[in-house]
């Protein structure tokens, strides 16, 4: 399940993702001045975010060819393809599942306690809700109220530091 791609957008990026190899983690569109900023993350399928510069170079030209084609968007735009990258976007169920144990940065839909925006631990991700421990306790939020969320390498973490010292 994708969170918030449009039907007509997922259209044209999919096969080309895919035959490439590639599976769509998130697709966003926002206007600017004067111009639409089209931005569009591919993971591989293991989601080691192994995706090459030149992969995505070609997936742009292709996504570009089929936006024109279908005259997605009138007037001028910029389209981005990238990788996950090490503060990896979480636009899928099944990214939350790959990341489970990570830190987290969440925004929601509508507040929960006051507040839109959590960052915490990832403990699980069930049922479609995301258990995420807090300093105090732990919220649960249903995949569907996530606004925004992302997953921080964890440069600091134990198995590292280990490996370091030997």
Do not use: N, W
Request: charged share 30%; glycine share 12%.
């Amino acid at each position: 399940m994708y969170r918030d791609i449009s039907p007509a957008l997922l259209h044209v990026i999919e096969p080309v993702a895919s035959s490439h190899g590639f599976e769509i983690v998130d697709a966003s569109v926002k206007q600017g001045r004067g111009r639409t900023h089209v931005q569009v993350v591919l993971d591989t399928p293991q989601g080691d975010g192994h995706v090459t510069l030149g992969a995505c170079a070609g997936v742009s030209r292709e996504i570009g060819t089929g936006l024109d084609a279908d005259d997605l968007f009138p007037g001028a735009y910029t389209l981005e393809v990238c990788s996950p990258g090490v503060d990896r976007a979480l636009g899928r169920e099944v990214d939350f599942e790959r990341v489970v144990g990570r830190e987290v940065q969440l925004e929601t839909r509508e507040r929960i306690g006051g507040r839109r925006r959590f960052k915490g631990r990832l403990a699980a991700f069930e049922g479609g809700e995301a258990h995420v421990e807090l300093e105090s306790d732990c919220l649960r939020i249903p995949f569907s109220g996530i606004e925004s969320a992302r997953a921080f390498y964890p440069f600091d973490s134990p198995s590292r530091a280990e490996e370091a010292e030997h």
